[in-house]
């Protein structure tokens, strides 16, 4: 068994935005894949991007610094996942970065943290107020955490570090282009969320959509067309995802269409149409509607998994993926979260308790289990942020230097030479 | 009291290795600065970088993002300390990065970790062999501590990890210009420490100067004047220091001469000649021989504090500094270090135990303590190392990316603005 993946690390999404305020430290939600696969002596893990894959000769090209290597197969299961969409505004991603990767969250830290430094230097009201503005935009999961999150670092946690300036004045929007927070808990939850959030004192603004992104602000259009500058240092977008450009490749050679966040459609059993042995699962692959969440990718890979060693044992396989909805739950602040499972609908304290125990289940090893929960203890029951420390490079953002890497590529024979 | 510094952290500098090696996060050796002082309400802590000292108007200029600030002062205490020095080759920097601060560290653990990676895909033996060779420069206790740490992870940590390499044949070279391996503890100490190292399979080549660096490789010229090429893909520098520039721009004003590691001679009451209001403490600052380590600057610091105390509040300061020598420590591997104080002479595992335990204690914070404690248990009891993911930023290199976005800079309003 082969692993292909572009970082050498298997990181935990959904406590990204815990990264990003300093809660948690990259090692706890991204421990190492090796590591992770160390007692599976049949799996070797290969650090590398896929470039390209040969359905007929039934290889995988990756790439690493360069060097490209091809990997054979018998069985393939993609699962690349979704990245970052600016919806065609690529161009928006270098004033409010995205919230999917460990350089994300890095950055993100930086910048908010950044911009509380910035404000007690500043000279005037307007740049104070500007640089105490946080915009996220995008009413899911992860920007109602960022939101509650940022708020919370505001009102609480930074409260008593400054001199000039006093934090509980920062403002935190968070605007939506859709009527509805948490559209996905429904109605009621989602209400309940937006409520919580307002008493926090974030300023919730859903059907507005984002008309332009630059370094000092954000241009915004309300329902009735009217459009309005927010004067902003630090935005975060966690709005859209667009699939892998594998799922593209994949799909262009299956003779499908990607649908309109650049998924492909699969067969019921997860496999590519005329491909029986490439399975899709996760955040590329669309079926019967199901959402892009960790559970239909951890599940959707357990059934492609059996499906091949069922396959190899001479076993009948099970002929469709069936998905079972565990539920969905996002926390907006400390002890204060909503959850659905089921019929259950939880809000408040006890849905925040149930947050808790299951993403302890979730963190990947026991060791990172205690000093989750230590750092958990710290930041919820004290005030602390253990991990508030980042580089040089974060503040000055990781797209500028890719852009500006990519033309001076030569100039970095480190980089080139392998 | 304002604390104007160029990082928002208070760097723990001595265990910068364990975050190059994946044992401790960023946050536990680096808390934020404000965090520390948020309790001492009479002190406000600015970020920026000092560009200007004026002593007769008694004014800090200070930056950040291209907007200065000017504080005035009636006492001022300058303790920029020192940065790496590649002894005239800055060009080495981009190929051997130092060992200094926390971007430093992560680049290291980038190039440390990666370099199995590249490994593990390498086609032919002869890559193999240079990108698991780590060549470390300067035997003092940081070099000392990296080439034990990369030979553990060689030895121990990784052998699990991969399959087409055997991690334990990895080559760790130290290199050092001088005649013995950690000079400053003596011949006995430091003979014991080359012995240790040599145990652990570390090539330890004392009397041997480094000629050139380049992507690839390093040239080293031994006692006898033969040169030769090492092959390696990773190489440290933990060799020299130089004081920070402001020791020259201080050095001027009061018309003295820095010495060769450019540092500021001082009055015995570590003040600047003509300048009674004016203390300089660290790694910046020479008097009587005192060496560039911790104690001195935490010493000096203290007895500084305590001389504008007592002018004001009129009590008469101590007229001079008396530096008390606690001794010296370092470590080679889990379970083994060295240690010297006063008349004690210890090595193996009694100075680890004693190391350990200090080191406990100089930890700022008793939540940084509890997790640090838990991330060395997994590391020096398992095997794990809880912290080894890195970022794409990381691994294309600091260096690269500054020099590149000096001239980008108008590219970059996000950066540029502030």
Redesign the interface.
Known sequence: MTLIAKT??HLFQPLLYQVAT?IL????I???T??VL??QRNA?????EVTGIDLDAKAVTHE??G?E?VTTYDSLIVAAGAGQSWFGHDEFA??APGMKT??DA?ELRGRI??AF??A???PTQA?RDRLLTFVVVGAGPTGVEMAGQISELAQRT?R?????IDTSSARVILVDAGPAVLPSFGEDLGGRARRQLEKMGVDVRTSTKVIDV???GIVVEDSDGERQRIEAKCKVWAAGVAASPLAGMLAEQAGVEVDRAGRIPVEPDLSLPGYPEVFVVGDMMALDNLPGVAQVAIQGARYAARTITDRLDGRQPRPAFSYRDKGSMATISRFSAVMSSGPIRLSGFLAWLAWLGLHILYIVGF??R??TL??WA?SFI?R???????????????R???R??AD?AP?????A??
Do not use: C, N
Not at 25 to 28: K, M, R
Not at 44 to 48: A, M, R, S
Not at 160 to 164: E, N, Q, V
Not at 384 to 398: H, I, K, P
């Open positions: 050498t690390h300093g430290s990259t090692g706890e991204a421990p190492s090796r590591e160390a007692h070797q893990v290969l650090l590398g690493v610094l060097r290597t270098d004033h460990i350089d890095l943290f950044g430094e910035l007690e230097l500043a740049e930074l008593r570090d400054f001199r000039a630059d370094a000092t060791k990172h205690v000093t230590l750092h710290i004290g602390g942020r253990s991990e508030r420390a980042y580089t040089v490079q974060q503040v000055l953002g990781r500028a230097l890719q500006i890497s001076e100039k970095l024979p480190e980089i030479e392998s």
